[in-house]
């Protein structure tokens, strides 16, 4: 099975705070994703990692950046969180052009609350 | 052009009912459609995808109609039960004609659904 683990699953931050939210993939997957989910507003794309230190800007990149130094790791970096960023923060994974479809396999999420 | 558009928010229905869940796109470029499934406190699961070169497919009790023409695409649960009530969300990529770094997931927001015992 494969299995997307992510760092915690509740964690609270205080305004301007570098904050870390990893995420680890074990299929040796070729993409892999973070989202933020947000009532009302659905799965919103931050960032897209398609190979190690290769990124794309998602739909929401601002306040975000996201680092990818080994091929099963994706990390999201808030780099002075702000209330706004108050959410619950998907990491996924795919197989990518190697694949046979565009399954994403998610982890269970970080719900983040910033103070 | 990006957008997949989802109806309804919200639907609640009785147990053994048939719940129906919508989707339209833009982008005629799409060519991979799956929905996803998300219970509380877990991460979203795939259910059930299509192709645009099928009009239908089943999986157990869960069947995608896709219309092309219309662009748009609809997800039925034949005899609901109590354990389908979650967050289901459709999606839309470009997969087949993706040139590499490009297989992302454009989702809807998201139907919550409730089946009533």
């Not at chain 1, 494969?2 to 040796?28: A, H, I, P």
């Not at chain 1, 975000?64 to 994974?93: D, H, P």
């Not at chain 2, 795939?46 to 662009?71: C, H, M, Q, W, Y």
């Not at chain 2, 289901?88 to 998201?110: D, N, P, T």
């Amino acid at each position: 099975d494969v299995k997307v683990t992510q760092s915690s699953r509740y964690l609270v931050k205080r305004t301007g705070e570098k904050v870390f939210l990893e995420c680890v993939q074990d299929m040796d997957h070729e993409n892999m994703f973070w989202y933020r989910q947000d009532p009302g507003l659905g799965l919103r794309l931050i960032y897209f990692s398609y190979d190690v230190k290769m990124k794309e800007k998602g739909d929401i990149p601002e306040g975000y950046s996201v680092s990818r130094e080994k091929k099963e790791r994706f990390s999201l970096i808030l780099e002075s969180a702000s209330t706004n960023q108050t959410s619950m923060y998907l990491c996924a994974s795919s197989f990518g052009m190697h694949g046979s479809n565009d399954e994403q396999f998610f982890g269970p999420g970080t719900r983040l609350t910033v103070l | 052009q990006q957008q997949v558009k989802q109806s309804p928010q919200s639907l609640i229905v009785q147990k053994g009912g048939i719940p129906i869940i919508n989707c339209a796109y833009e982008n005629t470029a799409f060519d991979y459609f799956p929905w996803y499934q998300q219970f509380p406190g877990k991460g979203p699961a795939l259910l059930i995808a299509i192709r645009p070169d099928v009009s239908e497919k089943k999986e157990g009790r869960f069947t995608i109609s896709f219309n092309k023409s219309a662009k748009q695409f609809s997800l039925h649960i034949m005899d609901s039960q109590p354990g389908d009530s979650a967050t289901y969300f459709c999606a839309a990529s470009m997969w087949g004609s993706s040139q590499g770094g490009s297989e992302k997931l454009v989702f809807g927001k998201g139907t919550k659904l409730t089946v009533n015992p």
